[in-house]
T-cell receptor
Framework: SQQGEEDPQALSIQEGENATMNCSYK?????LQWYRQNSGRGLVHLIL?????REKHSGRLRVTLDTSKKSSSLLITASRAADTASYFC???????????FGEGTQLTVNP | GAGVSQSPSNKVTEKGKDVELRCDPI?????LYWYRQRLGQGLEFLIY????????KSGLPSDRFSAERTGESVSTLTIQRTQQEDSAVYLC?????????????FGNGTRLTVT
C-alpha cells in the first residue's frame, strides 16, 4: 500500500498563479522528498525536508512539513507552462531504507 | 557523468514469455532501486540493492520476478512467464549511498507491454 497520499489528484491553473499540492503519510519518517515527472520520463528530485525541519525553500518551491499532522505541502509560486508535470511526495521511513511514493498530483499550467 | 540508463526503452512481449530489463546506475552510486509504475499511478517499490548487503526483495509481487546486481554496477530485472497485468513502466533509480538524505536519480524507464 502507498505511504503517501497526494491531494488534489489533478490541478489546473493559469500561468503566473501559485500551485499548492498536499501530501499525507502514515508512519514516522526520517525525511520527505518531492519529485517531478514529465510525461514519459523518469522522476527528478526537487527538494528534501528532514523530519526536524518545518519549512524549506528552493527557488520558486516552498515545502512545509508538519510531523504532528503527518502532512506536507509543496507550493510552486509564479507557475509557468513548463511546470506542467506530475508531482510525487516520497517518504523515507525511520524503520527502513526504502523510499515510498504517493499516487501523485497532475499539475497543468495553462499559458 | 551520465545519468541512469535503462534498456530497452520499450518492450512488447507475448504472454508467457520471459523478459529481462537492464539498468546502468550512475557510476559510484552504491544504492539501486527498481519500481513499477502502472498507467496514471504512483510508484510501487519492487527491490533495493545496497553495496554487498542482502537485497530488500520485499516488494517483488510474485516469484516470477527476480533481480540481480553485479557489484555496484549493472542490474537486471527478470520477469518470467509474463502476464498481461505485468504491463507497466519499470523504473530504475540509483543513489550515492544508503543514507537517508541521498536523493534518488531515475532512469527514463522501460515500458513493458504484454500482449
Amino acid at each position: 500500500s502507498q505511504q503517501g497520499e497526494e491531494d488534489p489528484q489533478a490541478l489546473s491553473i493559469q500561468e503566473g498563479e501559485n500551485a499548492t499540492m498536499n501530501c499525507s503519510y502514515k508512519t514516522s519518517i526520517n525525511n520527505l522528498q518531492w519529485y517531478r515527472q514529465n510525461s514519459g520520463r523518469g522522476l527528478v528530485h526537487l527538494i528534501l525536508i528532514r523530519s526536524n525541519e518545518r519549512e524549506k525553500h528552493s527557488g520558486r518551491l516552498r515545502v512545509t512539513l508538519d510531523t504532528s499532522k503527518k502532512s506536507s505541502s509543496l507550493l510552486i509560486t509564479a507557475s509557468r507552462a513548463a511546470d506542467t508535470a506530475s508531482y510525487f511526495c516520497a517518504t523515507r521511513e525511520t524503520s527502513g531504507s526504502r523510499l515510498t511514493f504517493g499516487e501523485g498530483t497532475q499539475l497543468t499550467v495553462n499559458p | 557523468g551520465a545519468g541512469v540508463s535503462q534498456s530497452p526503452s520499450n518492450k512488447v512481449t507475448e504472454k508467457g514469455k520471459d523478459v529481462e530489463l537492464r539498468c546502468d546506475p550512475i557510476s559510484g552510486h552504491t544504492a539501486l532501486y527498481w519500481y513499477r509504475q502502472r498507467l496514471g499511478q504512483g510508484l510501487e517499490f519492487l527491490i533495493y540493492f545496497q553495496g554487498n548487503s542482502a537485497p530488500d526483495k520485499s516488494g517483488l509481487p510474485s516469484d516470477r520476478f527476480s533481480a540481480e546486481r553485479t557489484g555496484e554496477s549493472v542490474s537486471t530485472l527478470t520477469i518470467q512467464r509474463t502476464q498481461q497485468e505485468d504491463s507497466a513502466v519499470y523504473l530504475c533509480a540509483s543513489s550515492l549511498d544508503a543514507s537517508y538524505n541521498s536523493p534518488l536519480h531515475f532512469g527514463n524507464g522501460t515500458r513493458l507491454t504484454v500482449t
